[in-house]
C-alpha cells in the first residue's frame, strides 16, 4: 500500500496515573502537515541458539525521535508544546498574546497524532498515535521576500518514548475508509474537542 498524503497533526497534554492508566487532555491540532519521519531505535537482536541454529530471538524498542515539518506554529501549539503560560499586554490601543521563552517554560510530554493517506486500489487513511513524546526547543529561520515568494515552514523534534500503561506502548495506529474516521480515532484518544481546525483541501 503506498503512501501518497499526510494531514492533520494533533496534540494533547499527556497525563499518566500510578496504576497505569495514560490519558490526554487539552487536545488541538498542531498545524498544517508538510513532512513526516521518525528513526527509531531498538536493541540489538538478543538471539537463542538451540540444535546449532538460532531458535528463540528478541529485540525491543529503545526510543526514537519524531521530525514534523508544518506550514506553521500558532501561538497556542507554541504555547503546549513548550509549556508556556500565555500573557496578555496591551501594546498601544491593541490587546495581544505574549509567548516569553524563560526559565518558567516547561516543555510537558504529549501525544501526537497524524493521518497518512494511502492507496492500494482505494483509498485508506492511516492514523497513527505516537502515544508519548517530547518535543525540544525549536529553531528560528526565516528569509526575506523576493521577486518571488520562496515558502518557508516549521520543522520541529521531538524524543519518541514508552508511555506508562502496563505494556509501556510508544505507538497505536488503526486504518480507515475515511478520512474523518481516520481523524476522530485520533481525537478520541488525544482528547480533542471542538477547536479550530485547518480547512480541509
Same mark, same amino acid.
Do not use: C
Given at each position: 500500500m503506498?503512501?501518497m498524503?499526510?494531514s492533520f497533526?494533533y496534540?494533547?497534554?499527556?497525563?499518566a496515573?500510578?496504576?497505569g &492508566?495514560v490519558?490526554y487532555?487539552d487536545?488541538?491540532? +498542531?498545524a498544517?502537515?508538510?513532512?513526516m519521519? =521518525?528513526? %527509531?531505535?531498538?536493541s540489538a537482536?538478543n538471539?537463542?541458539?538451540?540444535d546449532?541454529?538460532?531458535a528463540?530471538?528478541?529485540?525491543?524498542f529503545?526510543?526514537g525521535?519524531l521530525?514534523v515539518?508544518?506550514?506553521?506554529?500558532?501561538q497556542?501549539?507554541?504555547?503546549?508544546i513548550?509549556?508556556?503560560?500565555a500573557?496578555t499586554?496591551?501594546?498601544?490601543?491593541?490587546?495581544?498574546?505574549?509567548?516569553?521563552?524563560?526559565?518558567?517554560?516547561?516543555a510537558p510530554y504529549?501525544g501526537?497524532? &497524524?493521518i497518512?493517506k494511502k492507496?492500494?486500489?482505494? +483509498?485508506k487513511?492511516?492514523?497513527?498515535?505516537? =502515544?508519548k %513524546?517530547?518535543?525540544?526547543?525549536?529553531?528560528?529561520?526565516?528569509t526575506?521576500?523576493g521577486?518571488?515568494?520562496?515558502w518557508?515552514?516549521?520543522?520541529i523534534?521531538a524524543?519518541?518514548?514508552r508511555d506508562?500503561?502496563a505494556k509501556?506502548a510508544?505507538?497505536?495506529?488503526?486504518?480507515?475508509?475515511t478520512?474523518?474516521?481516520?481523524?476522530a480515532y485520533?481525537k478520541s484518544?488525544?482528547s480533542?474537542?471542538t477547536?479550530?481546525?485547518?480547512?480541509?483541501?
Amino acid at each position: 500500500m503506498a503512501k501518497m498524503g499526510l494531514s492533520f497533526p494533533y496534540i494533547g497534554k499527556y497525563n499518566a496515573t500510578d496504576d497505569g &492508566v495514560v490519558s490526554y487532555t487539552d487536545g488541538q491540532v +498542531l498545524a498544517k502537515a508538510v513532512e513526516m519521519s =521518525t528513526s %527509531i531505535e531498538a536493541s540489538a537482536d538478543n538471539n537463542l541458539y538451540a540444535d546449532n541454529g538460532v531458535a528463540e530471538s528478541d529485540s525491543a524498542f529503545g526510543g526514537g525521535e519524531l521530525s514534523v515539518t508544518t506550514d506553521d506554529l500558532t501561538q497556542d501549539a507554541s504555547a503546549l508544546i513548550m509549556g508556556i503560560v500565555a500573557k496578555t499586554i496591551t501594546v498601544g490601543s491593541a490587546t495581544v498574546k505574549e509567548l516569553v521563552y524563560d526559565d518558567d517554560m516547561n516543555a510537558p510530554y504529549l501525544g501526537l497524532g &497524524v493521518i497518512i493517506k494511502k492507496k492500494q486500489g482505494t +483509498l485508506k487513511w492511516r492514523a497513527v498515535v505516537f =502515544t508519548k %513524546i517530547k518535543f525540544s526547543i525549536f529553531d528560528e529561520s526565516a528569509t526575506t521576500q523576493g521577486e518571488t515568494i520562496e515558502w518557508q515552514t516549521s520543522e520541529i523534534s521531538a524524543t519518541i518514548m514508552r508511555d506508562d500503561s502496563a505494556k509501556h506502548a510508544w505507538k497505536r495506529e488503526a486504518t480507515f475508509e475515511t478520512e474523518a474516521e481516520a481523524r476522530a480515532y485520533i481525537k478520541s484518544i488525544l482528547s480533542v474537542g471542538t477547536v479550530e481546525e485547518p480547512e480541509e483541501p
